[in-house]
C-alpha cells in the first residue's frame, strides 16, 4: 500500500486549485488528510470573516490505487463512488464542483431561527419582542446532492456540529429553478442530539422500501 500517487496529486492540485480559484478572485485552498483509512483532500474557500466553504471532497483508495469522488444516488438509496482515473480527471472534477459551488453559494454559513408571532415561536421566559437567534456551526461535509432533476430541481444536504452543544445539523436546501429563470431556495434545519441520531438512522433504513420516489 503506497500513498506516493496521493501525495503527487495533492501537490498538482495546490497550483491548479489556486489558478482557478484567482480567475473569479477567490482564495481557494486545501486539506490534505493522510491518516484516515481512505485519504482524502477537503476543498474550500475562506471567506472575509475566515470561515470555509467546502465545495468538495476528493478520496483515496490506497488498496486500489485510485481516487473518487462520492455522490447520493436517489433511485439506489445509497452513496455511489465516482472514480477519476488520471489526474485530468481529478482536475475537472474538482473544477466543475467548483463552478457548482459559485453558482448556489449562499454566503451565510450560520444557522438561523427566524421568529415571528406564529405558534411555533420559540418562548421568551421575560416576554421581550421576537428576534434572530444566530448558532455558530461547523460544517463537517460540502453539499451533497441528493435529488437533481432537468438542471430546474435539486435538493442537497450537508451536516454539521453545534459548536457550543455538539448536537448535529442536518441543512437541506432545495432549489427550484422556475421558467423566468429565476431561483427559489428554502432552506430548512433538523438539530439533533447522538442519542437521537442511531434512533433517526435505525426508523429511516427499516421503512426504505416503503418510500415513494421523488418525482
Known sequence: ??????????????????????KYDRNGSLIVERGSKHPRIEFYTEQDDNERDYFATLFFDPYNEEFY?????????????????????IV???????????????????YEYDMDDDNDDLYDPDGNDSEIYEIDVDWETPEVTAYIQDNEVEVTYQFGIVQETGDGVLKRINRIRTAD???????????????????????????????????
Not at 95 to 110: A, G, K, P, Q, V
Not at 185 to 214: G, Q, V, Y
Open 1 to 22: 500500500m503506497s500513498l506516493e500517487w496521493f501525495d503527487r496529486v495533492s501537490g498538482e492540485l495546490q497550483d491548479h486549485l489556486k489558478s482557478i480559484c484567482e
Open 69 to 89: 469522488m462520492e455522490s447520493f444516488e436517489p433511485d439506489l438509496g445509497q452513496i455511489s463512488k465516482v472514480i477519476l482515473s488520471d489526474i485530468e480527471d
Open 92 to 110: 475537472d472534477a474538482v473544477h466543475e464542483s467548483f463552478h457548482n459551488y459559485l453558482e448556489e453559494e449562499d454566503d451565510d454559513d450560520d
Open 181 to 215: 429563470d429565476d431561483l427559489i431556495k428554502d432552506e430548512t434545519n433538523f438539530i439533533f442530539s447522538k442519542e437521537e441520531a442511531s434512533t433517526i438512522i435505525a426508523m429511516i433504513a427499516s421503512h426504505m422500501d416503503s418510500l415513494s420516489e421523488m418525482e
